[in-house]
């Protein structure tokens, strides 16, 4: 069992950044591929990016692609996602969340689990 709380998010303006946090419990979370999601009002969750157990190989949504880096720290049970040149369509609750599928299934959130209660990200423009 794993359990993920997400942090970092708040106000910002178009252009700046924020970086997320989503610290895991549990002594497996090296073992584990980590994703990152985020909900819109009114919109279905959306992939946003993911990261391998050794943190050496990332996919990004193309939306994000060039913005946003994912990374982690397997010493501190923790993973980040850094959010540069923040965009109004950015604004979402972002969650983080255990990838449990496929590598060749980053983007499916039904192949992830143990899902945090996610942080507001609102970028005013």
């Known amino acids: 069992q794993v359990q993920l709380v997400e942090s970092g998010g708040g106000l910002v303006q178009a252009g700046g950044s924020l970086r997320l946090s989503c610290a895991a419990s549990g002594r497996a979370f090296a073992s584990y591929a980590m994703g990152w999601f985020r909900q819109a009002p009114g919109k279905e969750r959306a992939f946003v990016a993911r990261i391998n157990w050794s943190g050496g190989i990332a996919a990004y949504a193309d939306s994000v692609k060039g913005r946003f880096t994912i990374s982690r720290d397997n010493s501190k049970n923790t993973v980040y996602l850094q959010m540069n040149s923040l965009k109004p369509e950015d604004t979402a609750v972002y969650y983080c969340?255990?990838?449990?599928?496929?590598?060749?299934?980053?983007?499916?959130?039904?192949?992830?689990?143990?899902w945090g209660p996610g942080t507001q990200v609102t970028v005013s423009s």
């Open positions: 969340a255990v990838h449990l599928g496929s590598s060749r299934q980053v983007s499916r959130s039904d192949e992830y689990a143990y």
